[in-house]
């Protein structure tokens, strides 16, 4: 399923994944109508009894004969409804873990296609929240749906057919009750429905600042800042307050107006006309009972389902906005014919390039280069040059404004994502891992590798030592993005992970800037012999590190300056050799210091 055909409302939303298990959820549906039978039956049952009982001149020896058939309706009737009520039960807690398994898994599915820009400007604690969100709502909808409102509007019916074989009068002052309980419903439904959404959203965003606090406390222990993080979180967390607030107390005026209308409709007015009727003979004492019983049960129902009526609309509020996070279209899709990328050689080109983070503001304007097959390139610039802008665009991380990039004559426009970052091992600046074992972690560079080909992974990005003496080896939990390793060991796992990938295109983002200068030295040496064969891209601010590239890029505002080889730049005498009589300890100085 393309991510484009999930539903993006509500209702067809939930349908999209409903009908796939009608079947079942007929079947629940079906059962929990016994609840509407058996508040409605049970009265008409008790009438017939005391009718019966209080029939004139009927000799009590024969009562229970008279008796026979009230009671196995009302034998059959009990066992029927408990049959159904366990029935129903049964098929709900077959089919709500499917349903809620096919939402989880399409929403995640979704929300991992969006592009690199999307996680930049989203809390993943918030996109988390909102998926959990719609799962957890979406089963109280549907509990709601099918186990209350569907049968009260059942009983309803029942019980307006019955009340009108009586008297005509008693179904039309159990439909007037019903159409005001319902206009009320409806006329604050809008206004509840909007502050359930107002306070959905901003509980989201609360839950997305506190996963932001929690995931850096670090920071907060290293610059003393627990009073300042919870003054930060309390401002969020009033402003969840005042709209939970708000919502709850809307919620207690809609049931004010409908306790009102209920005390006047079914119990006033219904109960003043039975009475009379029974006054003039019109009805007998088992049709008072009942009528009343029968009035009693509806007016329960029904106000049962007002006061879940709120939490209706509140988690009907909650499902629209974790429905926000699959209408925001995915930015960059496969084209619909889309083909697997080959790689034969390895050859990147940028025809006529033009891309820019926001309007007017283009980093690069028609730009035209060549990477040759099996080429060392390096990339040096000051921060905000355009490197790893240029390294994201060849990863299609973002679509080019204008112009195509080629790799061996493929416009990987034209080509899936997933074929086209499985031939690009990257290893970046900043490592990070799943909260896994090690051995998964490394793993995840090629999923079919052997315990021996790990080894020798390990071994080659000099990683075997430490992994070996962990505490659990390499079945090690690493923590979250691999919080328990150093920078060094995150980095050679990074490293450990690209020589599995095997890809024919390597991009080296810093990659052993977090290295001890030791390690580092045996690091060069794996990393020569991985470039060996392959295209290759070198992001360094060190630019000691490139000496031995076949060719340098030099940029500047989003513009190649220069190129050669480390010789050949100095010898230029430009901004290259610029920067590397500015180089303070082997690293480039931040632009804003040049």
């Not at 599915?109 to 909102?130: D, L």
């Not at 007998?284 to 007016?299: A, D, K, L």
């Not at 921060?383 to 240029?390: A, C, E, Q, W, Y």
């Not at 995150?490 to 080296?508: V, W």
Request: some cysteine.
């Amino acid at each position: 399923m393309r991510t484009k055909e999930l539903p993006k409302t509500l209702p067809a939303f939930f349908w999209f994944f409903i009908k796939k298990h009608w079947v079942l959820f007929a079947l629940v549906q079906l059962f929990a109508f016994a609840w509407s039978i058996d508040h409605t039956f049970w009265p008409y049952i008790l009438m017939m009894l005391i009718d019966t009982i209080t029939k004139i001149g009927v000799d009590r020896s024969e009562m229970w004969s008279l008796l026979t058939t009230p009671i196995w309706m009302g034998i059959t009737l009990w066992i029927c409804v408990e049959i159904s009520f366990r029935l129903s039960g049964i098929f709900l807690a077959k089919v709500l873990p499917r349903i809620e398994s096919d939402v989880r898994m399409a929403m995640v599915s979704y929300v991992e296609k969006h592009s690199y820009n999307y996680f930049s400007n989203n809390f993943a604690g918030s996109i988390a929240n909102k998926i959990s969100d719609m799962v957890q709502s979406m089963e109280s909808i549907l509990r709601l749906v099918m186990q209350l409102f569907l049968p009260v509007v059942l009983a309803l019916i029942i019980a307006t057919v019955l009340f009108a074989m009586i008297n005509l009068y008693f179904a039309l002052i159990l439909v007037s009750w019903l159409i005001v309980h319902l206009g009320i419903s409806l006329a604050f439904s809008k206004n509840c429905a909007r502050l359930a959404d107002v306070h959905a959203l901003s509980r989201s965003t609360l839950a997305g600042k506190i996963v932001d606090s929690l995931t850096n406390h670090n920071n907060i222990r290293l610059f003393s800042r627990h009073k300042y993080e919870m003054q930060y979180l309390s401002k969020f967390q009033r402003d969840e307050q005042q709209k939970h607030w708000l919502s709850l107390w809307y919620i207690e005026k809609m049931k004010f107006a409908m306790g009102i209308v209920t005390f006047i409709g079914a119990g006033i007015v219904m109960n003043w006309y039975m009475l009379y009727s029974w006054q003039q003979g019109s009805i007998t004492t088992g049709e008072v009972v009942f009528i009343f019983n029968t009035s009693w049960n509806i007016t329960m129902m029904a106000w049962i389902a007002a006061l879940e009526l709120p939490t209706l609309f509140k988690e009907i509020g909650v499902c629209k906005q974790a429905l926000t996070i699959i209408q925001e279209p995915i930015e960059i899709e496969d084209d619909l014919h889309a083909k697997p990328l080959k790689v034969t050689q390895g050859i990147i080109t940028f025809e006529n390039v033009t891309f820019n983070y926001l309007p007017n503001s283009n980093i690069f304007q028609d730009k035209n280069i060549t990477i040759n097959a099996g080429e060392k390139v390096g990339l040096v610039g000051f921060s905000g040059s355009g490197k790893t802008t240029f390294v994201n665009l060849i990863l299609r991380y973002f679509d080019v404004e204008k112009g195509r990039i080629l790799i061996d004559g493929q416009d990987i426009a034209m080509v899936t994502q997933d074929s086209l970052r499985e031939q690009i091992a990257l290893i970046p600046q900043d490592a990070s891992l799943f909260h896994r074992t090690l051995v998964e972690n490394v793993r995840y560079g090629y999923l079919n590798a052997t315990d021996e080909d790990i080894v020798e992974a390990l071994r080659q990005a000099s990683a075997l030592e430490f992994s070996e003496k962990l505490p659990q080896g390499f079945d090690t939990l690493v923590g979250e993005r691999g919080i328990k390793l150093s920078g060094g060991q995150r980095q050679r796992i990074a490293i450990t992970r690209a020589i599995l990938k095997n890809a024919p295109i390597l991009i080296l983002d810093e990659a052993t800037s977090a290295l001890d200068s030791v390690t580092e030295k045996l690091i060069q040496d794996s990393l020569k012999i991985l470039m060996e064969g392959r295209t290759t891209i070198v992001i360094a601010h060190r630019l000691s590190t490139l000496s031995g590239m076949d060719r340098i890029l030099v940029f500047k505002e989003g513009k190649i300056i220069e190129e050669g080889t480390h010789v050949e730049l100095l010898e230029l005498d430009g901004h290259y050799a610029t920067m590397w009589n500015m180089q303070a300890g082997g690293f480039l100085p931040d632009m804003n210091e040049a």
